[in-house]
């Protein structure tokens, strides 16, 4: 990986998710992760941190991840955002897809799939 310092934000109520894909993005060097457990926090903790990436769960408490992505997505468009879901359903990926979603996961997450993912997002920034 190179010099830059990468941030992730990872959304999801689960606590044991949230460590699960920290401990795989910290095995890529990312050092700074955020966590939120709701959409409320998800949209807060990108205003004021700007990730370079967002893990986040569809299915929250108080918003749910697909209105986090809409208010995320309208106040910066170049937000990078990939949904995740244990109901992976075409309705929910399409959603998804039409919001604004960079990519759609299934949970629970292969670590073989979040690689992939990094090595697609970060193409071109990364080694």
Known sequence: MN????????CDDSAMIRK???GILGEWGIKNIFEAGN????VDMY???HPDLVFMDIVMPEKTGLEALVEIRSED???RVI???STGTKKNLMTAIDA???????KPFEKDVIHTLLRKILKGELD
Request: charged content about 20%; aromatic content about 10%.
């Open 20 to 22: 699960t894909l920290g």
């Open 100 to 106: 604004g979603a960079f990519d759609f996961i299934q």
């Open 47 to 49: 205003r004021e941190h």
């Open 39 to 42: 959409g409320n926090e998800a």
């Open 3 to 10: 010099e830059k310092n990468y941030s992730v934000l990872v």
């Open 83 to 85: 949904m995740a879901s």
């Open 77 to 79: 468009p170049s937000a």
